[in-house]
């Protein structure tokens, strides 16, 4: 299973662009990278994901390097409502769990 | 609203008792899943199911728990004989019928079981 690395915490202010990494190095080639977050204690809410090419949508940016190694999520303008924890997870080739690492606690402030 | 819906949405069992817990997928959805969330970890996978069949249940603890997808109604986690160490915070997600790898899931708001 690929495994993912991330930084335990992040602070971003108001306003700005939230950058969150996440590192993937052993992903197979036909493995999705999907990016969930967890507002305190509620179910996860869905982000984004991708395959190859860098995606957008409502709510984030995800790039993915070119030997998809690695990606980073980024929310444009974070507001006090994004504090929460983010988590990168590579979709397990032919099978339907995912598999959730520890994450990132990502702090907007004022 | 159209969301994954879980129901309790808090239940408070003392051991020994058994614990039901029910989830019902978004309109359209025929694949659910359950993950288990202890206090201060990550989710864990617990089972996958389909309409009327388990697809994987290799997140299951062998005694106790068991879970059913019926062709009618909601899906169902149950937990018999609950223990302390079973307190947590059960979260379901349901997924279209499509092309696996890239079906999304969506998740309920979760049942946090609490045992006396």
């Known amino acids: 299973d690929a495994k993912t690395t991330q930084p335990t915490s992040m602070d971003c202010a108001e306003g700005r662009a939230a950058n969150l990494p996440c590192n993937h190095s052993?992903?197979?080639?036909?493995?999705?990278v999907y990016w969930y977050r967890q507002i305190h204690s509620q179910g996860p809410q869905y982000i984004i994901h991708g395959l190859k090419n860098n995606e957008t949508n409502e709510m984030a940016s995800l790039i993915i390097t070119e030997d998809r190694k690695s990606s980073t999520l980024i929310l444009p303008h974070a507001t006090l409502r994004d504090t929460a924890v983010y988590y990168c997870i590579v979709r397990v080739y032919n099978t339907d769990k995912l598999i959730f690492g520890t994450g990132t606690r990502l702090q907007v402030f004022p | 609203n159209a969301g994954v819906m879980q129901n309790p949405r808090h239940l408070v069992r003392r051991r020994g008792q058994e614990a039901r817990l029910r989830c019902s997928p978004m309109?359209?959805?025929?694949?659910v899943y359950w993950y288990r969330q202890l206090p201060e970890e990550g989710l864990k996978f617990m089972v996958y199911l389909q309409k009327e069949n388990i697809i994987d249940e290799s997140g299951m603890p062998k005694e106790r728990f068991s879970a059913e997808f019926p062709k009618e109604g909601p899906s169902i986690l149950r937990i018999q004989q609950v223990v302390r160490g079973d307190s947590a915070a059960y979260f379901c997600?349901?997924?279209?019928?499509?092309?696996?790898?890239?079906?999304?899931?969506?998740f309920g708001p979760g049942t946090r079981l609490t045992v006396l």
């Open positions: 309109k359209g959805h025929s694949h």
């Open positions: 997600a349901s997924s279209p019928p499509g092309a696996g790898l890239r079906d999304t899931q969506y």
């Open positions: 052993t992903i197979s080639g036909n493995e999705y």
